[in-house]
């Protein structure tokens, strides 16, 4: 699996004073001695010029925006690199982990990166946003596929089950998204668990009707931007609220409906869940009633009956007490049925 992916940029490679590192979603320079770097384009520029692999530099300098040579495979400090050089001031890296061959993903890097760089829209890597914005673009699609390709080759030889469901999970911060997923996945829960999703996690889930990638995504402000990276092909939505926040409803609505309108994901079912029931304080006696009445304010403040063209379910759940979890699985494969 992909689990680090940098960017070494400067003029001349060597001089490790002006360099710019870059990385994702780990910091690559941690130890602040430079080693593990020079260590890096080191070892890339001796296996570059020993395989002459710059026989890709005879290609037409006007028709691109850059040259790329093809990647090499190398163990650093027992890293596992595969790094690609840009037109002589850049190295783009995969970090993988110990057991992946580098090489079944040579053709993705290569062929993504040439995309995303080689375009009339791409790239000055002169602002740290845009940079960071490419490394994040590409490690989630080169991580998706070895995720749903690389391993599932292996996989598939053994269980011929069928084609995995993509869900993907999303909705504002701190609404239980990872908790949810955590209590499926392992049956725990703790009130303590704060740790907001920096990057995203993808979850698998063999349910009796199929299999589950589940993608819960960050919910920070900041970090909504990377829906877009990962919303693409799914299967169903999830959209999850915090009904005990009545505060970020308004905010909630805003990111619902900029998602839902979308073209990417037109037509493609969605459960809303409604979550954290646990704390509306219900009467006991009355229980039914007030979720029936609280189920339709929701509605009506979030207008989830202007959905069309899809087919969608609105769950009340709680993570906490479990309320209603193996319906949300049930639904997800209703619904794509359904589709
Ligand atoms: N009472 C109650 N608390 C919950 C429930 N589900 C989650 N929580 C709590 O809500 C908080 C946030 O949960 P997370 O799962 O981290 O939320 P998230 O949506 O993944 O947040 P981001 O990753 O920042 O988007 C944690 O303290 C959870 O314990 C629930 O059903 N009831
Ligand atoms: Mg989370």
Redesign the pocket.
């Known amino acids: 699996m992909l689990s680090n992916i940098f960017l070494l940029k400067g003029k001349d490679l060597d001089d490790m004073s002006h360099l710019d590192i870059y990385s994702y979603p780990f910091d690559i320079n941690v130890k602040n001695d430079n080693d593990f770097i020079r260590k890096i384009i080191q070892g890339h520029e001796k296996i570059t010029h020993e395989s002459a692999v710059s026989n890709h530099r005879n290609l037409v300098r006007n028709s691109i925006n850059y040259r790329l040579d093809p990647p090499v495979s190398q163990k650093v400090e027992d890293q596992n690199v595969f790094t690609m050089g840009i037109d002589d001031q850049m190295i783009i890296g995969l970090i993988f982990e110990d057991d992946d061959n580098p090489y079944d993903y040579e053709e993705i890097f290569e062929d993504l990166s040439n995309e995303m760089l080689n375009n009339d829209e791409c790239c000055f890597f002169e602002d740290e946003l845009e940079i960071e914005n490419f490394l994040i673009t590409l490690f989630i699609d080169i991580r998706r596929y070895g995720d749903e390709i690389i391993q599932r080759y292996h996989e598939i030889a053994f269980q011929s089950s069928e084609i995995f469901t993509k869900v993907f999970l999303f909705?504002?911060?701190?609404?239980?998204?990872?908790?949810?997923i955590r209590r499926l996945k392992t049956g725990q829960?703790?009130?303590?668990?704060?740790?907001?999703?920096k990057k995203f996690n993808i979850e698998y889930l063999q349910e009796e009707d199929g299999q589950l990638a589940i993608w819960?995504m960050?919910?920070?402000l900041i970090l909504r931007k990377n829906w877009l990276y990962g919303i693409q092909e799914s299967n169903i939505l999830i959209y999850?609220i915090d009904i005990?926040n009545q505060r970020s409803f308004k905010e909630s609505k805003e990111e619902f409906w900029n998602i839902v309108n979308r073209d990417e994901v037109r037509e493609i079912p969605i459960i809303i869940i409604a979550?954290?029931?646990?704390?509306l304080n219900l009467n006991h006696h009355s229980q039914e009633e007030q979720l029936i009445r609280t189920k339709v304010e929701l509605m009506e403040y979030f207008e989830f009956n202007n959905l069309e063209n899809r087919p969608w379910e609105f769950i009340f759940?709680?993570?906490?007490?479990n309320y209603n979890l193996l319906k949300i699985i049930d639904t997800i494969f209703e619904l794509i049925d359904y589709n």
């Not at 009130?191 to 999703?197: G, K, L, R």
């Not at 979550?275 to 704390?279: A, E, I």
Request: hydrophobic residues 30%; proline residues 6%; without cysteine.
């Open positions: 909705g504002i911060d701190d609404v239980g998204k990872t908790s949810f829960f703790s009130e303590n668990f704060y740790t907001p999703t819960d960050p919910g920070n999850m005990a979550n954290k029931v646990d704390l759940s709680s993570v906490k007490t």
